[in-house]
């Protein structure tokens, strides 16, 4: 499942070889990178699903194979609501939108993500480690 409009997809398929040829074709959504190779980036449209589909070329093979799948669209993507810092520096978060698993992630960085909980929203997340760390970021993403 990938969120509405979400820019950041990826699908594969196992890479065929030297010479190997990919004609992807999505529809409700936009190829971005990787068209003509094993590998490519999609933008999901507004609803319902996403509709992937290949075919593989390879030298030598007397025909091409071919692959597809559906991918549902959840029509909201998960948000963080309602953030409250206790007394003890522990924080608590509202995962609200989705209706699908979430997963909360938190880090110090922006550039290391560690998932911290996984729940189907409404949910709450009550973070007893935010007092350990001078700083730290929290985002939700749509689950697996």
């Known amino acids: ?16 070889g030297t010479g190997a040829t990919y004609i992807w074709s999505v529809t409700n959504g936009v190829i971005t990178a990787g068209s003509g190779t094993s590998v490519i980036n999609y933008t999901a449209g507004s609803s319902g699903a996403v509709r992937l589909a290949v075919v593989v070329n390879t030298p030598n093979a ?23 810092v206790a007394t003890n520096r522990s924080i608590s978060i509202l995962i609200t939108g989705a209706s699908v698993s979430s997963i909360l992630q938190a880090s110090t960085n922006f550039a290391n993500w560690a998932n911290v909980c996984t729940g189907t929203p ?13 700083t730290r970021f929290y985002r939700a993403l749509l689950g697996p």
């Open 122 to 134: 409404p949910c709450l997340f009550i973070d007893p480690q935010a007092s350990n760390y001078p």
């Open 1 to 16: 499942m990938v969120g509405a409009g979400t820019t950041v997809n990826c699908a594969s398929v196992p890479n065929a």
């Open 62 to 84: 007397c025909s091409a194979g071919s692959s597809f799948t559906n991918v549902a669209i959840s029509a909201q993507a998960p948000q963080l609501v309602s953030p409250f």
